[in-house]
């Protein structure tokens, strides 16, 4: 068939295909030149291109393009009733040549089209920052917004609020700001993803409170070390939120949320911290304020221990603490820390486990000199002989990577684990056979506690 006699319906199907594929590409240079062509390619591609089934092709407008683009698109996307329109905007792509008059121009463009927004996506850095436009981003209302992402670099001082606090069908938003920033109250947040510090974590909380229909919440920590501010007088309660997420933060600071935040509805947190030692020579970590929140069966309870960190899983939780980077000399507190935190699930959920999996990479037998708490294997047999007591329950243990460390703490010490009926030890290809020291282990295993030794392959 002719080019020129393909029906009208199937150049539309073929377009909308291509609109889903753009999604992908938005921010990049082939958007535009992608989207362009769909109307150069013949007089029936150009009618095609822009029929009101095809709007979305042209409601995406990235304030970098040249200003007669962004004004024909706008056109173009002015078919409809509904002007809803998709606008990115990164400081960096507007280059160093007349910055200030395409300053002016990005300005009046919110001024003028906020109004129309649905989706916008700041990305905004210092060195290319201005006041005109840091006004308009403050005090333009959003009646229409119901996706923001911003991301502020380091040294934005001038963007301290958002849409003059009015942009009442924001649906989800990601704020990477400054600490000058204050989250306005957005009664109609769905999902909230935040970075925080001791300076703003407070008045994060209070403000909290008035957005109860929050779905997802996830805090982004700094990579400061922050003071921790003054405590919230009343618990923050978000009784439609089921999913919060913890990510690279202080543990005090983690903590402190997770001690004045409630989610009666919780059924997924995950909490990555970054380990703090206090003044008072202790370790902070969350996992304490963590376990009381959650309504876990416990199942699977599955343990990973790493020279500079360790997670903890479960259904519907993830804890992990890290202390690559904590400069404490004195590991004998720190060792006491990890192994009550490995027992936490037990001692504060009452759980009685059939299983646990324990995936063991510790494998050095001295610590670096700038690792002052990696753990070694040494450190390993402390915090087993700390870890196992807790878990009489056990039938089943399963392991994986480094298994002599775990398989020699059970063998010394047949008191941990009494009820253990079977190990379970899952390798990879790459990761060879049994040696014969673990083979030996086994075996006496087998035949002093009548365990059953099952090996699976990956």
Partial sequence: MPFNNIPDELISKIFKDLEEDFKEIRQSKEYLKNTLSLAQINKQCRRVALTLTHRDLWSTILLHWPKEIVNLYLERS??????????????RQLGTRNRILKHEYVAHFFEQEMKNIAHLELDIHSQQSSQVVADAI???????????????????????????????????ARIHGSMQLRLPLFESLRELQYRVDGQNLKELIETLKGMQKLEKLALIGTRETVALA???????????????????????LAEYA?????????????????????PDMTFSMSLFSVLPTLATEGEPLSFELHHGRVVISMAGYRFESD??????????????????????????????????????????????????????????SRVLDLMLPA????EVLEMSVGITGVVGAIHHHPDHLPNLKTIRVVRRPDQGNVSDAEAQLFQRIAQGRGVQVEHEQL
């Fill in 391 to 394: 878990y009489p329950s056990v």
């Fill in 323 to 380: 202390w690559r980077n904590v400069a404490a000399a004195d590991s004998t507190n720190f060792i006491a820390t990890i192994g009550t935190a490995l027992s936490a699930p037990v001692q504060l959920l009452n759980l009685q486990p059939h299983k646990i999996i324990i995936r063991n990479t510790i494998s050095q037998r001295s610590r670096p000199p700038n690792e002052p708490l990696s753990l070694t294997r040494q450190d390993l």
């Fill in 230 to 252: 003054p405590e919230p007088t009343e618990i923050t309660i978000l009784p439609a939120c089921t999913w919060f997420n913890i990510d690279d933060m202080e543990s005090h």
């Fill in 78 to 91: 002015r078919i409809s009733d509904t002007p809803d329109i998709f606008v990115s905007f990164d400081t």
């Fill in 258 to 278: 997770l001690a004045h935040i409630s989610f009666p509805q919780l059924e997924s947190l995950r909490v990555s911290e970054r380990l703090v030692q206090l």
């Fill in 138 to 172: 403050c005090h333009t209302h959003a009646p229409r917004l119901q996706f923001f992402a911003v991301h502020l670099g380091q040294g934005i001082q001038n963007i301290t609020t958002l849409f003059g606090s009015n942009a009442p069908l924001l649906r989800a």
